[in-house]
């Protein structure tokens, strides 16, 4: 059996017989003591000491009830010590000497053990939310302290903690919350007494509230310590999230300039002013005709998916969150849209899919469009090899030529004899590049004094210019002129060799030119 001491000992006491019929008695009796994890015996002369041999060296008195009184400081904390006795009788000339020894053991620890509340909560107030609809295991860990490396301390004998409720202050007894200073009650522990638990009663706590759990270990020797104060908080009810933006039944149409470039709400708990704390909102954007692939993904369009806002509080009770629009690919023309959205607390409440709020509103994005840049409408060219443009809230852009002398077609072939034909329908071609394009036409594509029409189309998503409800195909005009201006000095006429300023006041002259006309 150990004995632990939570303070030091200076007097170690035992008891001596001399049984038998007639026994001579008891002439004297020695102790020895040991102590662990380094193993020395004491000394009366040199304490503890490597030297000191294990015999009985420690004479104590009277032999009957002896006792022996050592020096403060012997017996110190972190240390396990071991007594054993030995007694002799009175017979002459060689007495008797006890053989077989008991051993008294006992540990001195004065350091107090740690425990730590692992769940629920965290030592913040009212960070962490719980909504528990069952019995629930409060748990964490404890241990003894080590005053040094390889001590031998009491280690823990239990765990025990106090729940709080911080609304009214009353603590948790077996059949719930009283107006009590304090109550522990006594938690399982492992076979280590390195865990432990204690499996609290749902149907005593309060929605909305905080409360506190505070642990207290004790070890062996009694020293006891209580562990830092854990909160948290029970709340049970959903939030509600509200859409701002966009306006019910509202159309956001942005060739008229009505631009719709975030979707934002607001959310707030159910229970008004009370503690429970919006965490995060989620949206689901989901367009007509509200098939099970409608859903925008964050990328395409596709199963429902739930898509992460970004938000704040605002103030105590109101959280605003806003979700960026800039990457979704809307239908190209009018459609309709709804917008799901629920609010997560931090205990993880949300409504059923079924009871959240929907958002519906229409939007138009820009159309597809495309612009010319070469040729310039209405301008004169006498070479030409490429033409090129841009364009606008497209996927793909397709150019057509034609000349405007007999309205032929240009192919998009590379032999002469095969570029134009007599198609009154406009021959499509696919130029290199989007965004910014260029189709490459051949040298001797073009002719004198001809005027042709170049047009491009935009699309997207299906959707091209002069289609029903989108925007026109672009035109460019240009004429083609390879003739050299004629120009002709009329004064001075040819063959009069000299003038003065009052004889040539003006040098002038004609020009011309069959098509363009002269620019200087």
Wanted: with cysteine.
């Amino acid at each position: 059996t150990t004995t632990y001491y939570q303070a030091e000992i200076t007097v170690i006491q035992g008891t001596a017989t001399d049984p038998g019929v007639n026994p001579s008695g008891l002439s004297e009796v020695k102790i020895r003591v040991r102590r662990w994890p380094d193993g020395l015996y004491y000394s009366p002369l040199v304490g503890w000491d490597p030297a000191v041999s294990s015999d009985f060296i420690i004479p104590v008195s009277p032999p009957a009830n002896w006792s022996y009184t050592f020096p403060a400081g012997t017996f110190t904390n972190g240390y396990m010590y071991e007594t054993q006795s030995q007694a002799k009788d009175n017979v002459t000339p060689s007495p008797n000497v006890q053989t077989t020894y008991s051993t008294a053991t006992f540990i001195i620890d004065m350091s107090s053990p740690v425990s730590v509340v692992q769940y629920p909560g965290n030592t913040i107030p009212n960070d962490l939310h719980y909504n528990w609809s069952s019995n629930f295991t409060i748990y964490g860990t404890a241990s003894d302290v080590y005053p040094f490396t390889n001590a031998i301390p009491s280690n823990v004998n239990k765990v025990e903690i106090e729940v709080r409720r911080l609304s009214d202050n009353w603590v948790y007894q077996t059949d719930g919350f009283a107006n009590v200073t304090s109550s522990f009650h006594v938690c399982a522990l492992s076979p280590a007494a390195t865990y432990w638990s204690y499996i609290f009663p749902v149907a005593y706590l309060t929605e909305s509230t905080s409360y506190t759990i505070t642990a207290r270990a004790t070890d062996r020797a009694g020293n006891y310590r209580l562990s830092a104060v854990n909160y948290f908080v029970y709340d049970t009810s959903a939030p509600v999230s509200l859409v701002v933006i966009p306006v019910e039944n509202a159309l956001y149409d942005e060739n008229v300039g009505s631009f719709l470039p975030t979707i934002s709400g607001t959310a707030i708990d159910q229970i008004l002013n009370g503690i429970g704390k919006v965490a995060y909102v989620e949206i689901a954007l989901w367009r007509s005709p509200y098939g099970t692939g409608d859903y925008w993904t964050g990328t395409t369009w596709g199963a429902k998916t739930w898509l992460s806002t970004t938000g704040e509080y605002i103030n105590e009770t109101t959280y605003r969150w806003y979700w960026l629009t800039s990457g979704v690919d809307w239908n190209p023309l009018e459609t309709e849209y709804k917008i799901i959205t629920k609010a997560i607390d931090k205990a993880g409440n949300v409504y059923p899919e079924a009871q959240l709020p929907i958002r519906t509103f229409r939007f138009k994005p820009l159309l597809p469009n495309s612009a010319i840049i070469t040729p310039i409408d209405n301008r004169y060219y006498r070479s030409l090899t490429v033409i090129e443009g841009t364009t606008s809230n497209a996927d793909s852009i397709r150019v057509a030529i034609r000349r405007n002398t007999d309205n032929y077609a240009y192919t998009g072939s590379t032999e002469p004899a095969n570029y134009w034909t007599a198609s009154t329908d406009e021959i499509w071609l696919i130029p290199v590049g989007t965004a910014t394009w260029s189709y490459d036409n051949p040298d001797d594509l073009w002719v004198n004094n001809t005027s042709y029409t170049v047009k491009s189309k935009a699309s997207r998503a299906g959707i091209s210019q002069g289609d029903s409800g989108a925007l026109p195909i672009t035109t460019s005009l240009f004429w083609y002129d390879t003739v050299v201006p004629v120009s002709v000095v009329n004064v001075p006429p040819i063959g009069v060799p000299y003038y003065n300023n009052n004889t040539l006041p003006t040098i002038s002259g004609t020009a011309s030119d069959t098509l363009s006309g002269i620019s200087r």
